[in-house]
C-alpha cells in the first residue's frame, strides 16, 4: 500500500470529472422537480444518452455532434416519459421507472456492435500561461469543455429560477398547477419543456461517462449514476449551487476510492466499490429531515376537468 | 379535439382488457422493431410466443416456465402489496440476493452434514435475509422519513458487491480450484432444492409463488390489513384517518416484500442455478416489476403476468439461438410491454371523446 | 340607453350529465356592483369562468362594451380589463407576495418596482401588505388582500369576486365593502357571487339569480326582502332546523390545555386549548379558515396523537389513543375534506363504510372481514340518509358533493357516537342537505351525544349550537351561550380584522 501514490492536485482534477456527469443530470432533474414532475428515469435517459453520443461520435468522428446527439437521445427518451405522464395520465413513479428499464434495454440493443471500440478523443481546453499555472491550471484550466458547460449550466439554471419570468412560472406551475392553471398558464407545455429538459441533460450526463470520463461502451455502464443524481437533488433542497456542491462531494468520495483501490489499500475492493452508494444513503438519511423546500405539487397528475 | 373525461368511476371492463390491449400492442410494436433488426417480425413473434409451449421442444420448455416464472411471481407478489400501498420497493434485486446469500451460507455451514432440518433452516435464512435488506429502507423512512426508492436502489448496488466479495471469500468453494463461487449446492444433497417431479420444474419455489398467490388475495380481499393497504394506496389521508399506522404498514409491506424477494434468491441459488456467483442475479428483481403492474397488482393478474414474463424469457432465449435476435431486444421487448400498459391504464379511469372545435 | 360594460346573451355550458349554465343572459352595468346569488351548484363558477376565459361556453354570446368579448385564455381577459379574485385562492405558498401578483399580471415590472406599487396600492384601498412576505404564512384575510392587490394594480374594468367573505371575519368583511364601495365610486364595476343574502342587500346594486343553470330572476336587493331572494335562490320554502329543549348531561369531552404543533407546513399550531362538552350539547366553534380547523379535528380524531391529559373522554385520558381506540369507546369524527381524508374516492361506498364503521359495527372478526354485514351497514346509511345513488358499490367519487356529505355524516350518525366531531358539515352542499344534515346533527345531541361542531358558516353555528368559541389563530376563546351573542362579539372572538393594525388603530 502506497498512499503517496496518490497525486492530490490529479485527485481534484479527476474529482471534476467525474462530478460533471452526475452534475449535468442532477441539474436537469432539479429543474423538472421544480416544475412539479418526479421523473425516476434519469438513469435510463443517461443510458440512452450514453449510446447516442458514443454511437455518433464514432461513426462522424466527432465528439460534439456526438454530444448533441445524446442530448437529442435523453430527450426523445424523455418524450416517452412525456406521453405516459403528461397526456396518458400515468402514475409517474411506475413511468420513470419504466423509462429506466427500457432505456436499459434499448441502449443494449443499439451498443452491439459498439463494444471495445474506441470514440475520438474531445481534447482538453489549453489556455497558454493560465493553464500552465502550478496547481490551479491543471484543477481549473486544463479540462474538456463540457465540463465547464455543466458548470454553466448550473448558474444559468440558477439565474433563470431566481431573476427570470420563466423560472417564475416554472416554479409556480412546480408549486401549485391548480392555481397555475386558474391565472391561466399552460401547465401541461411548461411541464413537458422542463421534461425534455432534464432529458437532454441527463443524455449529455450519460455520453459525458462514454465519451469522456471512460471512455469507452459497455452494456448499463451508468451504473447507477442517475439514481444517485435523483438522491443529489434531494441533498441540494432543490438548490442549483448545492448541486455542484453535491456533485463535487460524491465525485471526490468516488475518485478517493478508485484511488485507494489503485493503491492497494487492506480494505477489499467491493467495499470500496459500496461506498459512493452507501455514503449516498448516509446523506439522505441526514437530508430528508427538512421536505419543506421541495415543490408542493412534486409528483402529482395535473388534469384539467373544467 | 380529443378531450379525457375521468369516470365516475373506474371502468371494470377496461381494467381487465388493458394488459391484453398491451400485450398486443407490444407484439405489434415489437414486431416492428425486429423488422427493423432485419428479422422476419412474424417469425420472431412466433417463435416468442409459440415454440416453447406448443414446439418441437415444447417438453423440454414447458417445465422452464414454472422454474423462470416462480422467482417473479413470488417478487412480484411482495411487491405489488407496497405498490399498493403507495411504498415502492424497487429494490427487490439486492434482496433476492440477500436472500440466496442469507440461503447458501446457512446451507453450507452444516456442510457436509446430511440432516432434515437443513433444507428449512435456509428457506428462513432465505427470507430472512431479503427482509433484513429490505426493512433498512422501511426503518430510515419511518424514523427519518427517508425516501425508499432511492434507498432500497441503491442496497441493490452494494448487495452486488456483497455477492461479488461473499464469492471471492466467505463462501468461495474451497475446492474450487481458485475459481469464484460457492460449492454447487445441486450436489449437496440436504441443501438441494430439487425438483419434487423429476422433469416437472416444479420445485419449492414454485410451490411457495402459489401459496403466495393466495396468501395476497385472502389479504386483500378477506381481511383487514389488505383493506388497510389497498386505502392506503387510495387516500393516505383517509387510511389514517381510519386508524391506520403508517409506519406499520411500511415495515410490513417492505418487509414481506423483501422476504419473499430473499425466498426467491434462496430457492433459485439452491435449485436452478446451483451456486453462488458473482453473476448470479440476472434481473428478476426489475423484471418483477413489470410483472406487478402487468397483473395489475392483482395477486391472480400478477400468476398469470408472471407466465408470460417466463414464456418472453424462453421464448427470448430460443429466438436467440434460432433467429440470432439479440438479447437486448428481449429486454426492450418487455420494457416496451411495461410502457403500454401504463399508457392504456388510462382507458380505465378516462374516457377519450372527440370535443367540439373549441371555438365557440 | 347606455351601453352596458359587459353584456351576456344566452350562455350555455354543458358538462357530460349536467348542464351547468342554460340560456344565462344579462347585463351588468358600468360602475355597478351586481350581485349574481345562487346555491351551491346552480352554475355560478362556470358562468364566471366563462367571463375569465377559463372555460368556453357551448353557445352563446358576450360583448364588452358593445363589441363581441370571447376570451380564449385568461390573458385575454385580463388585457381586456377583467380581473378575478377566486374563492379557492389561486396563490402560491412557497411564493412571496409580490411573486405571486407578478404571476398574475402580464408584464409585470421588475421586482423592486412591483414591491412600492404593491405598498402604495395596497396603502390607498386600507389593505395593508408586505410584499416580501411567504404567502403561506398569511391568514385568509391576507391573502385574499394579494388577490385583491393583484387585481387592482391591472386597473381592471371589471373585477369578479367568488364569494370573497367566507374566509373573512366581520370586521375584515367591513373593511372589504369599504374598499368595494371605493372602487365603484372610481367606475370599476364589480361582479359579486355570493349566497349571503344580507351581505347582497348591503352592498349590491342588482341581482341576477341562477338556479339549476337558469336565471331565474333579476331584483334590486336593496328593494327585496332576504326571504324573497332566498325562495328565488331555492325554489321552495326552506325548513329551518327544529330545535327542542334538552336537558344538558354530565361532561362527556373535557379538553384542558391543549397545545401541538401543526403537522403540515403551512398549518397552525393549536395554543392551550381549553373546553368542555356535556352530554346533549351542541359547542359551536367558529373561525376564519386555516387558525387551526383541521389540527383540531386531527386531535380529536386521534390522528394526530398529544399528551394523554390533554383530552379527556367522560374522565378517561385518552389523548394518546389512536382513531380506532377512540372509535371502540364512542368518540367519531367528520373531517371537512369528504375526497380523501373522510372518504376515499375510488372505493366503493361498502367500503367507505369500513372505513370507519369496522369497529362498532362488527365488521371485522379477528382482521377477518364481513363484506355481506359491511354492505347492509351502507345500505343503511343510504336508505337512512336519502343518499342518492345506485347502490353501494359505487365508487364514493361518483356522488355528489351533498349525497356524499350525507353519506359521511350518516356512517357517523347512525354509529350512536357518545361524541361527535365534525368539520364543516354543511360545506359545499345544497340547502336542503345542509338542511337535513343540521337536523341530524341536532337529533344526535337530543338523544344525549356531545356534538362539536367547528365551521366557518355562522349562521348555520347560530342556527345549532348551544353555545359558541371562535378559533383564532391556533387558540380557542371561551366559550359562551350562543342566545344573546351579537355579530361584534363574535368578530372580536374570531380575532377581528387580522393583521390590519396598519390601517386602523
Known amino acids: 500500500m502506497d498512499l503517496g501514490q496518490i497525486n492530490p492536485v490529479l485527485l481534484v482534477a479527476s474529482l471534476m470529472v467525474a462530478a460533471t456527469p452526475l452534475l449535468l443530470a442532477a441539474i436537469g432533474e432539479l429543474v423538472v422537480e421544480k416544475a412539479g414532475v418526479l421523473n425516476l428515469g434519469v438513469e435510463g435517459m443517461m443510458i440512452v444518452g450514453a449510446i447516442s453520443g458514443f454511437a455518433i461520435s464514432v461513426e462522424t468522428g466527432s465528439p460534439w455532434l456526438g454530444f448533441v446527439a445524446a442530448a437529442i437521445g435523453g430527450a426523445v427518451l424523455s418524450l416517452l416519459f412525456v406521453l405516459l405522464t403528461q397526456f396518458a395520465l400515468a402514475n409517474q413513479v411506475a413511468s420513470g421507472l419504466a423509462l429506466t428499464l427500457f432505456g436499459l434495454g434499448f441502449s443494449a440493443l443499439m451498443g452491439q456492435s459498439y463494444v471495445g471500440v474506441k470514440p475520438p478523443s474531445m481534447g482538453d481546453i489549453y489556455i497558454p500561461l493560465i493553464s500552465d499555472i502550478p496547481v490551479i491550471g491543471p484543477i481549473l484550466f486544463r479540462h474538456d469543455p463540457i465540463l465547464y458547460l455543466g458548470i454553466a449550466l448550473t448558474a444559468v439554471v440558477w439565474a433563470a429560477l431566481k431573476y427570470t419570468r420563466v423560472g417564475l412560472i416554472l416554479r409556480a406551475v412546480g408549486e401549485n398547477h391548480d392555481a397555475a392553471h386558474a391565472l391561466g398558464y399552460k401547465v401541461i407545455k411548461i411541464r413537458i419543456m422542463a421534461i425534455l429538459f432534464g432529458g437532454a441533460c441527463a443524455g449529455l450526463g450519460g455520453a459525458y461517462i462514454s465519451l469522456i470520463r471512460v471512455p469507452q461502451w459497455t452494456e448499463g455502464m451508468t451504473a447507477g449514476v442517475g439514481w444517485i443524481a435523483l438522491a443529489l437533488v434531494v441533498f441540494a433542497s432543490w438548490k442549483p449551487w448545492r448541486v455542484l456542491l453535491g456533485a463535487y462531494l460524491f465525485g471526490g468520495i468516488t475518485v478517493l476510492q478508485l484511488n485507494l483501490q489503485a493503491a492497494g489499500v487492506a480494505i477489499p475492493v467491493e467495499y470500496l466499490a459500496m461506498s459512493p452508494y452507501l455514503i449516498t444513503i448516509l446523506v439522505l438519511v441526514i437530508l430528508s429531515a427538512d421536505k419543506s423546500s421541495a415543490p408542493a405539487s412534486l409528483g402529482r397528475t395535473f388534469h384539467a376537468s373544467h | ?360 | 340607453m347606455t351601453i352596458p360594460l359587459l353584456s351576456l346573451q344566452g350562455l350555455t355550458k354543458a358538462y357530460p350529465g349536467v348542464v351547468a349554465n342554460d340560456q344565462v343572459s344579462f347585463d351588468i352595468g358600468e360602475g355597478e356592483v351586481h350581485a349574481l346569488l345562487g346555491e351551491n351548484g346552480a352554475g355560478k363558477s362556470t358562468l364566471v369562468k366563462m367571463i375569465y376565459g377559463l372555460v368556453k361556453p357551448d353557445s352563446g354570446t358576450m360583448k364588452l362594451r358593445g363589441n363581441p368579448f370571447a376570451p380564449p385564455e385568461p390573458r385575454a381577459a385580463r388585457a381586456d380589463g377583467i380581473a378575478m379574485v377566486f374563492q379557492h385562492f389561486s396563490l402560491f405558498d412557497a411564493l412571496n407576495v409580490a411573486e405571486n401578483i407578478a404571476l398574475g399580471m402580464e408584464n409585470p415590472p421588475p421586482m423592486g418596482d412591483l414591491a412600492s406599487r404593491i405598498r402604495e396600492v395596497s396603502e390607498t384601498y386600507g389593505l395593508p401588505l408586505d410584499p416580501f412576505r411567504t404567502v403561506g404564512d398569511l391568514s385568509a384575510g391576507e391573502r385574499q388582500r394579494v388577490e385583491i392587490i393583484r387585481c387592482l394594480l391591472q386597473d381592471p374594468k371589471l373585477l369578479i369576486m367568488d364569494e370573497p367573505t367566507s374566509v373573512l371575519t366581520p370586521q375584515e368583511v367591513d373593511i372589504l365593502f369599504e374598499t368595494l364601495n371605493k372602487l365603484r365610486s372610481e367606475g370599476t364595476s364589480i361582479l359579486y357571487i355570493s349566497h349571503k343574502l344580507e351581505e347582497i342587500r348591503t352592498l349590491c346594486d342588482h341581482a341576477t339569480i341562477l338556479r339549476l343553470g337558469k336565471n331565474v330572476g333579476e331584483c334590486v336587493p336593496a328593494e327585496t326582502s332576504a326571504r324573497d331572494m332566498a325562495e328565488m335562490m331555492v325554489g321552495s320554502t326552506l325548513q329551518t332546523p327544529e330545535r327542542s329543549g334538552r336537558e344538558l348531561g354530565e361532561v362527556a369531552l373535557d379538553v384542558s390545555g391543549l397545545s401541538v404543533p401543526s403537522p403540515s407546513e403551512f398549518g397552525t399550531a393549536l395554543r392551550n386549548v381549553h373546553m368542555t362538552v356535556r352530554k346533549g350539547e351542541v359547542l359551536g366553534i367558529g373561525g376564519v379558515a386555516g387558525n387551526g380547523q383541521d389540527e383540531l379535528l386531527g386531535v380529536l380524531s386521534g390522528e394526530i396523537p398529544t399528551s394523554a391529559d390533554a383530552i379527556k373522554f367522560k374522565g378517561q385520558a385518552i389523548g394518546k389513543l389512536g382513531p380506532t381506540a377512540r372509535r371502540k369507546l364512542g368518540v367519531l369524527t367528520a373531517p371537512e375534506e369528504r375526497l380523501g381524508h373522510a372518504a376515499a374516492p375510488d372505493m366503493s361506498l361498502t367500503e367507505n363504510a369500513l372505513l370507519t364503521g369496522s369497529v362498532r359495527e362488527g365488521l371485522e372478526k379477528n382482521g377477518f372481514l364481513k363484506w355481506t354485514e359491511t354492505r347492509s351497514f351502507a345500505e343503511k346509511i343510504i336508505e337512512a340518509f336519502d343518499v342518492r345513488t345506485p347502490g353501494p358499490e359505487n365508487a364514493a367519487r361518483s356522488l355528489s358533493g351533498g349525497n356524499l356529505q350525507k353519506f359521511v355524516i350518516g356512517r357517523e350518525v347512525l354509529q350512536n357516537p357518545d361524541v361527535l366531531v365534525v368539520n364543516q358539515p354543511t360545506w359545499g352542499v345544497d340547502a336542503a342537505a345542509a338542511a337535513s344534515i343540521r337536523q341530524a346533527i341536532l337529533d344526535l345531541a337530543a338523544k344525549g351525544t356531545a356534538v362539536v361542531c367547528i365551521s366557518q358558516d355562522l349562521d348555520e353555528l347560530m342556527e345549532i349550537s348551544d353555545s359558541f368559541a371562535a378559533l383564532n389563530e391556533g387558540r380557542l376563546s371561551a366559550p359562551r351561550p350562543t342566545t344573546g351573542l351579537t355579530v361584534d362579539e363574535i368578530g372580536l372572538m374570531m380575532g377581528g380584522a387580522h393583521g390590519m393594525e396598519v390601517a386602523h388603530v
Open chain 2, 1 to 360: 379535439m380529443i378531450v379525457l373525461e375521468k369516470r365516475p368511476q373506474p371502468s371494470r371492463a377496461w381494467s381487465y382488457a388493458t394488459p391484453l390491449v398491451a400485450v398486443l400492442a407490444t407484439m405489434v410494436f415489437g414486431g416492428l422493431l425486429f423488422a427493423i433488426l432485419g428479422k422476419n417480425p412474424v417469425q420472431a413473434i412466433g417463435t416468442i410466443f409459440w415454440e416453447p409451449l406448443f414446439g418441437e421442444f415444447a417438453f423440454y420448455y414447458r417445465p422452464q416456465l414454472l422454474v423462470k416464472g416462480a422467482p417473479l411471481v413470488l417478487i412480484a407478489i411482495g411487491l405489488s402489496l407496497g405498490f399498493r400501498a403507495g411504498i415502492w420497493n424497487i429494490g427487490a434485486e439486492g434482496q433476492y440476493i440477500m436472500g440466496a446469500i442469507f440461503g447458501a451460507g446457512a446451507g453450507l455451514a452444516f456442510y457436509p452434514l446430511d440432516a432434515w432440518y437443513i433444507f428449512p433452516i435456509m428457506v428462513v435464512a432465505g427470507a430472512f435475509g431479503g427482509w433484513l435488506w429490505a426493512t433498512i429502507p422501511a426503518l430510515l423512512k419511518v424514523r427519518f422519513g427517508t425516501n425508499e426508492i432511492l434507498v432500497s436502489l441503491m442496497l441493490v448496488y452494494v448487495a452486488e458487491q456483497m455477492l461479488a466479495s461473499v464469492s471471492l471469500g466467505l463462501l468461495k468453494n474451497p475446492e474450487g480450484f481458485g475459481f469464484p463461487g460457492s460449492r454447487n449446492l445441486q450436489s449437496y444433497e440436504s441443501a438441494h432444492n430439487a425438483e419434487l417431479i423429476a422433469g416437472s420444474g416444479m420445485h419449492w419455489g414454485v410451490v411457495a409463488a402459489f401459496i403466495a398467490v393466495i396468501f395476497a388475495y385472502v389479504l386483500l380481499n378477506r381481511h383487514m390489513l389488505g383493506f388497510h393497504i389497498r386505502l392506503t394506496g387510495e387516500a393516505p389521508r383517509a387510511a389514517k384517518f381510519a386508524g391506520v399506522n403508517p409506519a406499520r404498514l411500511i415495515l410490513f409491506c417492505l418487509g414481506i416484500s423483501g422476504a419473499l424477494a430473499g425466498l426467491a434468491g434462496m430457492f433459485e441459488v439452491s435449485g436452478p442455478s446451483g451456486q453462488i456467483s458473482i453473476d448470479f442475479n440476472v434481473g428478476y428483481g426489475f423484471t418483477a416489476i413489470i410483472v406487478a403492474f402487468l397483473g395489475r397488482l392483482h395477486p391472480v393478474g400478477i400468476l398469470l403476468a408472471g407466465g408470460l414474463m417466463a414464456l418472453t424469457y424462453i421464448g427470448g432465449e430460443i429466438a436467440q439461438s434460432q433467429l440470432g435476435l439479440p438479447a437486448a431486444a428481449i429486454q426492450v421487448f418487455q420494457g416496451m410491454l411495461l410502457f403500454f400498459l401504463l399508457a392504456f391504464d388510462l382507458l380505465t379511469n378516462f374516457r377519450i371523446r372527440a370535443a367540439r372545435s373549441e371555438v365557440a
